[in-house]
């Protein structure tokens, strides 16, 4: 087992001088310093678990979670993620906040990350993709706090990675699923929760170029729900009214409930065929009922145990992710493979 003992014989220099340099405490040149880091990557130093721990329980850093998981039941998956990853690091002290909001308001989650960027050393967050918050998000990471964006991404911000699924691919891969499965024209109806945020507008965007090597296809009409199922079922309700063609609906986002609460309004005969996004228990009860054909698995419980895995290797190892982006491959779900 290499040690900072060790360490200090090869360099030259004191134990203590090691630790000053490896734990960024006390002053050293920063020639000694990086000379003790390559000597110590070299040999494959792990720190001693129990010194970490107990460097971590005397400062007790907290990870604030900023995420819409009211009234979304995809979160929920996400969240017993990251539950399940705190309790892997309970020895080190760690604490977790988690800031529950609904929808996609700009306004809300700017006033959440001010009033929150005194008390926390981490930040793992579902942005709204907006200037504002991108620009606050960088004020924070200016004064230290590292930021990890989970499930949707931003544009614009130094944020030091990203955890979820390529909804680029997810809306031409939504594209490509409704044409194997209708095989002829189709007038579509496309269900997300808002162009705020910035994975739904990939989506959205990646169904469009798909879109274009099926001569049938046609959008009829794209609605906004804020991911909130009643106004799901409202908005899609009056698009079924007023457009009887509909043939096809290509859910997403979520609010996969209340449009599908709307579909049951019609005949059996004349219902389109639908598609959505995950396997909240709703929707597999949906898939159970018939009326949804097949749905995107990404991988929710996988995104929140990463997300937190990674905020908590930098706060009690130092350790910056090895990647850009940690993404998660969309799989079509049937009933039969569920």
């Not at 907290?62 to 020895?91: C, H, Q, T, W």
Request: charged share 20%; with cysteine.
């Amino acid at each position: 087992m290499v040690t900072m003992k060790k360490i200090a014989e090869i360099c030259g220099v004191s134990r203590g001088t090691v630790d000053r340099a490896l734990n960024g405490r006390g002053r050293v040149s920063e020639e000694t310093a990086e000379n003790i880091r390559n000597v110590a990557r070299q040999l494959g130093y792990e720190p001693n678990p129990a010194g970490k721990a107990l460097a971590a329980r005397k400062t007790r850093p907290i990870i604030g979670v900023v995420i819409p998981s009211e009234g979304n039941p995809f979160f929920a998956e996400v969240l017993r993620g990251m539950e399940d990853a705190a309790k892997e690091y309970e020895i080190y002290g760690l604490q977790i906040k988690y800031y529950k909001v609904k929808g996609y308001d700009v306004q809300q989650q700017l006033n959440l990350l001010q009033q929150i960027t005194p008390e926390i050393q981490a930040l793992v967050i579902n942005p709204v993709n907006d200037t504002v918050i991108a620009e606050q998000i960088n004020a924070m990471i200016a004064k230290g706090i590292f930021v990890i964006t989970v499930n949707n991404d931003i544009a614009g911000t130094n944020r030091h990675c990203y955890v979820g699924s390529d909804y680029y691919n997810g809306g031409t891969t939504a594209c490509a699923l409704l044409e194997a499965l209708l095989g002829q024209a189709a007038h579509i109806a496309l269900a997300l929760g808002s162009r705020n945020v910035l994975g739904h507008r990939q989506r959205l965007e990646g169904f469009q170029h798909r879109m274009e090597r099926v001569q049938d296809f046609r959008i009829v009409e794209v609605i906004e729900h804020e991911d909130d199922d009643i106004q799901a079922y409202d908005a899609t309700r009056q698009l079924l009214q007023t457009h009887p063609e509909i043939n096809a609906i290509s859910i997403l986002a979520a609010g996969v409930y209340g449009v599908c609460r709307a579909v049951m309004q019609l005949p059996e005969e004349k219902r389109p065929l639908v598609i959505a996004f995950d396997t909240v228990p709703t929707t597999v009860e949906m898939m159970e009922f018939g009326l949804i054909k097949a749905t995107i698995y990404q991988h929710p419980y996988r995104q929140g145990h990463t997300a937190i895995n990674k905020a908590f290797e930098y706060l009690v190892h130092g350790r910056q992710p090895d990647k850009d982006s940690y993404i998660f491959k969309n799989e079509i779900k049937l009933l039969e493979n569920l």
